[in-house]
Structure formats: structure tokens, C-alpha cells
């Protein structure tokens, strides 16, 4: 495949028969050969389809297309004009353009069914057996998909995509295409749309003066009136109690809008901005290249003044945004009574966008955390900030199994980005009380008239950094669930997560002795047995061991309310004044910090112990669960039996239909339902929605 995309942009080749192959095939539900369109469009235009970004390329990617391809791929975007433009008139003369994204689209769900109907029923493996192929053809074709309608949007001009693009109500209603896929293709349809009515109104406009408050008139107009017939074809699309709890506009505004409205990556212009002065800088002082030498000063001089307009521009585009928003939170979240503002609200925004977008590219992994954010930082009422980022870190461990590798990746992404924000608020107190403490959405007690002016009604700091605790709790609470499943997916995406969020959490150094347990016990098994999962255990377990230095204790991370021990030998009356003669007598500063250096040596010694133990319980445990297992292998080995088993525990194991739609509450526990293992020691769970395929038209 790299070789076909290698000769096919140096000479010139027909690909109009590639093309309609790899159509065909798509058509057959066969994905394999995507792989040949990913490298021809990466190749001939320059798009990358890389998740392996640098946090530095990710912040790159918010800016504009000017700063993408300076500082947001790996390989710069050059002498491809030629090449690109022989690629657009192959897949547009032949109509390809649009099918291949619907058919890219549709396969990421069919080619799981096709995978598992494919496995043959005598092979005695459970069903799911092949998960790591069905994922990693998921990952591709939606690589394939995102790679091709970049390059669409980018090399149409705007009228011309917008007129060969189909209705987003078709593509939801006729073509089965999700939500995601049809408002990534539409997006750049809408901002065009909007940009030229905001033209029509600017030159309509009998005022020959231009100021900010103007400007956000035109654009608050212009988006009005464009996603006014999104609104109307959206909402006959989901059902009516959907839209008691998230309105219309909020759903239209959440698709709609992309990390270039919301944020100016002002560090990334700035960084970009220096290298290139610095290369100009060192270039003319090099006198030896001449002519060829002042051509490329002026080029890299052209190139800064393009990037410094670039960004002037979107922090114009960013202000009219906000004001926008500002005006519209108010609507986003009906209040049908407190209850509805404090549970349902949070569930359909996690269920209906939060959920999808933020495992479709990381930059909308980044965008969905940043939207909660301007959500929050907007004052929007009838939002809980809380109870969201309760639910995001309390009930991970179903979305992690449930995610490919690369969808892995960039939930991880998605988690680093809310608890980056999260742990913000918990270190500096000052933060604290200017970005949260009179917010609505850290309100505890829910009214439908929205009065909180109450102290009480708000969470105050210190029950904040509880909160953080229990977080991070939840977190390594669910890890160990998928690191002890022994199922090659859960620890192999529980891996990937960790990975992804590591620059916060662990932070808490009994946490992190807890999963460097875990992961000592992960590559001590799978050494010999999967080598990748055994790779990717030692790849963090490295970076963990860097990190435990700055680990922090649990009384640094909060206070933690320790009960004065009581002397059973003593009568309770003689403790009273013991107690304040004691809290009377100051210590002197160096026997203080006497007794500190020998409070953390005994934790220190306490914990070694305790490590200790716990080894030795696991290695006795190991021991007996082999046992066990060979004994049940003896007994078992009927397949009637082994079908009956498995039958049983599925049942046991699935859960009841309403588990996402209980009451919650903030300090609520969730129950960990325990996988246990089946005769052959790994069971692996799909929960799948059969899509219908509808064939985009030839």
C-alpha cells in the first residue's frame, strides 16, 4: 500500500480503477483494502492519519489550516498541489467523493458483524475470539474516512462540496450513518454558510462604521438563520422525551461547532512564530547561499506575517462565538423539575454527545472536554459540572471495555484533558474560588427557580478535593477491574488509558503502588504469552516509576479525619484533661520535625510490609486458581457442557437494561460487577447494535 501511494504521486497513473476497487469492495463488506485509499491520500495530499500526536500537535490542530500544516503533522504539506489535484479529479469524475465516506462510514459497523459471523462455529473458541482484528479493521476504516473527508473539504471549493454533499437528514435517516460521521462531513458546510451570510448582512448594512458589538450581531444572525434547517431536521430524528431534558439548539450548537471556535492556541502560534524567526535569522547571516539564501528569509518572513494574521483572525471568530453562547446557555437545559437538571440532563448529554465525539479524532476528544468546560465557565443553568465529571470518572470501566485501540486512545485523551482541569481546581485555591465557587454548576442543592444564594448550596474547597479523591479512587478502581480481567482487550486498552492520562493521575503514591502491582502482575504473565499487552506493561510501567519522586500522600491531597485513639485501660473522664494539657504544650520546631521523619519512615516501613503480603497472598491465590482451573478442565471437557457454561455466564454477567438510567448522586457507590472466568480462563463480551446498510449510490 505504501508503495502503490508512493508511485502513484510520482508518476502519473490512472486511479480511476483503484479507486472503484476499492469501492466494490467496500460494497462487498470487505474493509481490508482500505488501506490502499489511507496511503494514496496521505501520500498524494499530504493528509496524515496519525494518533500518535504530540501534546504540542494537538494544541496546533485548533488553530487554523495555516498552523496545521506548520506545526500539526509530523512531515510537512509540500509539492503536493499536482498530485492532489490528480487525486480530487479521479475520485469526483467518477462520483466517488461521497460514497466512499458513506461506505467508510457504514463499514465500521458492519465489518463487526461480518468478522464474528465469519468465525467458524467448530473451532470450540468462545464467540469474540477474533476482537483484536475486528478492532483494528473498526480503526482503519475510520481512519480511511476522517483521511478522505479532510481532503474533500480542503480541495472543494465550499459551494462545490456543499452542493455534492447530501442533506444531513438523509444522511441520518436514508444512509444509517451516525451522528458523528454526518456532522463531521456537514461542519465545514455550515461554517462556510454562516461565513457568507455574515458577508450579505455586513454589505446590507447601511452603517459605515464596524465595531465588536456589530460583528457578534451579524454572526449571532448569520448562525441562526443557517442552523435553523438543521434544527428542524434533527428533531423528528430522536424522540420527544430526549428533548425534555437537552434542547434542540444545544445538540445543533455541540455538533456544529468545532475546537477552532472555542480556543486560540496562542502558545502554538507563538512557538511556531519564534522557530520560523529563528530559522529566517540564522538563514540571513549564512552569506554563502546568496540569492537562494534571500528568497528563503522572505518566504519564512511571508510565512509569519500569514500565521500572525491567521491567528488575529480567530480570535476575532473565538469573541463572536462566546458572545453567541452566552446568549443561548440560557435555553440549552430545561428545567422539567431539579431531578431532571441533577441525573437525565448529564445522561443524555454523555449518551448523545460527549460519548460519540470524543473517541472519533483527538481533536474532538479535546474539543468534548473543552465544551464542558465553556459550558461550566458560561454560568448555563440547570448544568451540573459536578455531577458530570462524577459520572465521566466513576463509570469508565464499560467505555473502556468497549473501545477499540485507537478509540482507547483517544477516550484517554478525553480523560487527560477533564482531569487536567479537575486537578487544576484542586491545587490552587485561588483558582477555586474565582472559576467555581459561586458557579451554578457547583451547586449541591437543585431548585426549579434556580436560587442558590445560600452559602451551603455550593461545594466548598476542601469537599472539593474530597471529591478529587474519590475520583481518582474510581479510576484505579476500575483499571484493576479490566488489568485482573484477563481478557486481552481490557488490559490492553485499561494500558492505553493509562498511558493517555498519566501526566494526572496516579497522583496519590498509594494508588499508584496499587496499579504498579497490577502491571508487575500483567507482565509477569503475559511474558511469554501476548508479547504486545507485555510491551505495553513495561513502556508504563517505566514512565510510572519517573513519576513516583512527585507522587504525593493522602494527607497532602486532603484532609483526611483521623479519630484520636482512646485507652481502654483509662477511664474516660481521665482522657479529657490529658488531652488538653497535650494540645496546650506546643512542640519545639526540631523535636516537630523529629517526630515527621519518623511518621514517614514507619508509613514507609508499614507500606513495604504490607507490599510484601500482598505478593505473597497473590502468588498462593495464583497457585489455587490454577488448581482449580485444571480440575474443571478434567471435568469439563464436554462441549454440550462447555456451551451450557457459557450460556449461564453470560447471563450472570449481563446487566439490566436500566443500569445507565438509575437516580445518581454524587456520593453514590457503584457496584463493580466481578468477571469471572470461564473454563479456558478468558471470556471476551460484544454488545453489538446491528446497523442497516444502505448502499451510497454509484
Known amino acids: 500500500a505504501a508503495f502503490a501511494g508512493a508511485a502513484f504521486k510520482k508518476h502519473n497513473i490512472e486511479l480511476t480503477a483503484l479507486l472503484q476497487f476499492v469501492a466494490n469492495r467496500l460494497k462487498a463488506q470487505q474493509s481490508q483494502d482500505l488501506l490502499i485509499l489511507k496511503e494514496i ?29 506548520e506545526a500539526g503533522y509530523f512531515s510537512q504539506v509540500r509539492n503536493t498541489r499536482r498530485s492532489s489535484a490528480r487525486l480530487k479529479e479521479a475520485i469526483v469524475g467518477n462520483n466517488l467523493d461521497i460514497g466512499l465516506c458513506i461506505l467508510s462510514a457504514q463499514q465500521r459497523h458492519s465489518c463487526v458483524w461480518t468478522e464474528i459471523e465469519d468465525e467458524s462455529p467448530s473451532s470450540g473458541e468462545p464467540p469474540g475470539s477474533q476482537l483484536k482484528v475486528v478492532g483494528r479493521l473498526a480503526d482503519q476504516c475510520q481512519d480511511a474516512l476522517v483521511q478522505l473527508g479532510t481532503f474533500l473539504a480542503s480541495s472543494h471549493a465550499p459551494d462545490e462540496y456543499a452542493a455534492r454533499l447530501p442533506p444531513l437528514q438523509e444522511l441520518l435517516r436514508d444512509y444509517h450513518v451516525d451522528a458523528d460521521v454526518a456532522f463531521f462531513l456537514h461542519r465545514p458546510v455550515l461554517a462556510q454558510k454562516i461565513a457568507a451570510r455574515i458577508e450579505s448582512l455586513r454589505k446590507s448594512s447601511d452603517s459605515k462604521s464596524d465595531n ?95 500565521l500572525q494574521e491567521e491567528r ?109 482541569t479537575a486537578m487544576r481546581w484542586h491545587g490552587d485555591k485561588a483558582a477555586f474560588h474565582r472559576e467555581c465557587a459561586h458557579y451554578p454548576g457547583f451547586v449541591t442543592k437543585y431548585r426549579v427557580s434556580n436560587q442558590f444564594t445560600e452559602a451551603n448550596d455550593h461545594v466548598g474547597y476542601e469537599n472539593y478535593r474530597h471529591l478529587c479523591h474519590k475520583w481518582h479512587y474510581k479510576i484505579t478502581k476500575a483499571m484493576v477491574v479490566c488489568l485482573d480481567s484477563g481478557d486481552y482487550v481490557q488490559i490492553r486498552n485499561a494500558l492505553i488509558v493509562l498511558i493517555r492520562v498519566l501526566p494526572h493521575f496516579p497522583v496519590l503514591a498509594k494508588l499508584a503502588a496499587i496499579i504498579e502491582r497490577k502491571i508487575e502482575k500483567v507482565k509477569e504473565e503475559e511474558k511469554t504469552q501476548r508479547q504486545d499487552l507485555f510491551v505495553l506493561a513495561t513502556g508504563y510501567s517505566g514512565q510510572l516509576r519517573n513519576k513516583v519522586p512527585h507522587m504525593m500522600r493522602e494527607n497532602d491531597f486532603h ?122 480462563g478468558k471470556v471476551s463480551i460484544i454488545v453489538i447494535n446491528r446497523p442497516c446498510i444502505a448502499l451510497a449510490p454509484d
Open 312 to 420: 488575529r483572525r480567530q480570535q476575532e471568530h473565538v469573541s463572536r462565538v462566546s458572545a453567541r453562547l452566552q446568549r443561548e446557555c440560557a435555553g440549552w437545559f430545561p428545567a422539567r423539575a431539579a431531578k431532571s437538571a441533577k441525573n437525565e440532563t448529564v445522561t443524555r448529554l454523555m449518551q448523545l454527545c460527549l460519548f460519540p465525539r470524543c473517541v472519533f479524532t483527538a481533536a474532538d476528544a479535546l474539543y468534548c472536554a473543552e465544551f464542558v468546560h465553556t459550558v461550566h465557565a458560561l454560568k448555563t443553568p440547570n448544568f451540573s459540572t459536578l455531577l458530570c465529571y462524577d459520572r465521566l470518572f466513576c463509570d469508565i470501566t464499560y467505555s473502556v471495555m468497549s473501545c477499540t485501540e485507537g478509540e482507547a486512545a483517544r477516550y484517554g485523551t478525553f480523560l487527560c484533558k477533564v482531569l487536567g
Open 212 to 306: 465588536q458589538e456589530k460583528s457578534v450581531e451579524r454572526y449571532t444572525t448569520a448562525s441562526k438563520e443557517v442552523l435553523e434547517p438543521v434544527l428542524v431536521a434533527i428533531s423528528p430524528l430522536l424522540p420527544s422525551k430526549v428533548w425534555e431534558d437537552i434542547s434542540p439548539e444545544f445538540y445543533v450548537t455541540f455538533w456544529s461547532l468545532s475546537m477552532y471556535d472555542l480556543k486560540v492556541p496562542e502558545e502554538s502560534y507563538d512557538r511556531e512564530i519564534d522557530k520560523l524567526k529563528t530559522v529566517a535569522s540564522a538563514t540571513a547571516k549564512d552569506t554563502s547561499q546568496g540569492t537562494k539564501g534571500k528568497k528563503e528569509v522572505e518566504r519564512y518572513n511571508t510565512l509569519i506575517d500569514k
Open 559 to 680: 484532609q483526611v479525619v483521623q479519630l484520636p485513639a482512646v485507652d481502654k485501660h483509662k477511664p474516660a473522664a481521665a482522657e479529657l484533661p490529658a488531652k488538653h494539657d497535650t494540645e496546650a504544650a506546643a512542640s519545639p520546631p526540631h523535636v516537630m520535625e523529629v517526630e515527621k521523619r519518623e511518621t514517614r519512615n514507619s508509613d514507609r516501613r508499614r507500606d513495604d510490609s504490607d507490599r510484601e503480603k500482598e505478593s505473597k497472598r497473590e502468588r498462593s491465590s495464583m497457585k489455587e486458581k490454577e488448581r482449580i482451573k485444571e480440575e474443571i478442565r478434567i471435568k469439563e471437557r464436554s462441549p454440550r457442557e462447555r456451551s451450557h457454561r457459557e450460556e449461564r455466564y453470560l447471563e450472570s454477567v449481563s446487566p439490566p437494561h436500566d443500569h445507565r438510567h438509575q437516580p445518581d448522586d454524587i456520593e453514590r457507590e457503584v457496584k463493580r460487577r466481578k468477571v469471572e472466568s470461564s473454563g479456558n
Open 41 to 69: 491520500v496521505q501520500k498524494m495530499a499530504g493528509i496524515e492519519a496519525v494518533e500518535e500526536m504530540t501534546p504540542d500537535q494537538l494544541d496546533a490542530m485548533a488553530g487554523g489550516e495555516l498552523l496545521k500544516g
